[in-house]
């Protein structure tokens, strides 16, 4: 299993003990050099919005966990439009890998939507 499988899900139950802890300050210098971070993000209600799109037009990447809702769910299709909306503002991309997490990017970043 590869790395964005793990990260973005492929099958399979997850523990505990399949994450290992890290210590950020190990990590401090690079984060201080780098220009695009990646936010993992729930969506519980429509205030969860806000940050999400704020972290995308400061030109970040999105991962937004969104089982808390179902598919068919009015919420849901309003903050998925939204989000839609912000990327079309900033000419970023959006996808919704299965019915548990929504991915947004920002300016210049696409998705491809074929699997490797």
């Known amino acids: 299993m590869g790395i964005m499988s793990k990260i ?8 505990v003990d399949d994450y290992v802890e890290l210590d950020l300050d190990d990590f401090a210098e690079a984060h201080a050099d780098t220009g695009m971070q990646v936010h993992i993000a729930e969506i519980g209600d429509q205030g969860d919005v806000i940050p999400i799109k704020d972290a995308v037009y400061d030109g970040d990447f ?34 919704q890998k299965g019915d548990d997490q929504i991915v947004v990017t920002p300016t210049g970043v696409s998705i491809s939507r074929e699997k490797l």
Do not use: K
């Open 62 to 95: 999105v991962i937004a966990d969104i089982t808390r809702h179902s598919t068919s769910d009015r919420t849901i299709e309003h903050i998925i439009d939204e989000l839609r909306q912000v990327a079309q503002e900033v000419d970023g991309d959006i996808v």
């Open 8 to 15: 973005l899900g492929g099958g399979g139950n997850r523990s």
